[in-house]
């Protein structure tokens, strides 16, 4: 597991949620490809009304544009790791935006690093 405490990068890819790189969701490459580059981690959030370059409005309460909702692809790791990560992102982005920002992680810690604990449900061994 990566250890990360202290200063970081934040990532944050702003897309679409019908992106798509390879007939997959854009946003399913980014994780898997951060995941490959040994990067901390990474999450996607769906937001439920946004818009961005085109100006177009993509609301959840709309039928019609329903089906390309924002995602946001959120990835914290140290500088050098994100920066080596970001030519990644020149390949994958055609449309959307990224965004940069200095962070400080107080705590990362996965299951494992307790030894109480068996599962990710947080279940304690007999």
Known sequence: MTRLTGS?????VFVGESDTWHHKPLSSEIVHRAHAAGLAGAS????V???????LIHTSRLLSLSEDLPVAVVIVDTEPR??????QLDELVGEGLVTLDACEVI??????DDPGRTGRKGKKSL
Do not use: D, H, K
Request: proline content about 4%; cysteine-free; overall charge positive.
């Open 82 to 87: 994100v920066r080596a990560f970001l030519p």
């Open 49 to 55: 009304e946004g818009f961005g370059a085109s100006s």
């Open 44 to 47: 996607v959030f769906r937001g």
């Open 8 to 12: 970081a990068l934040r990532l944050t």
């Open 107 to 112: 705590r990362y810690t996965g299951w494992e």
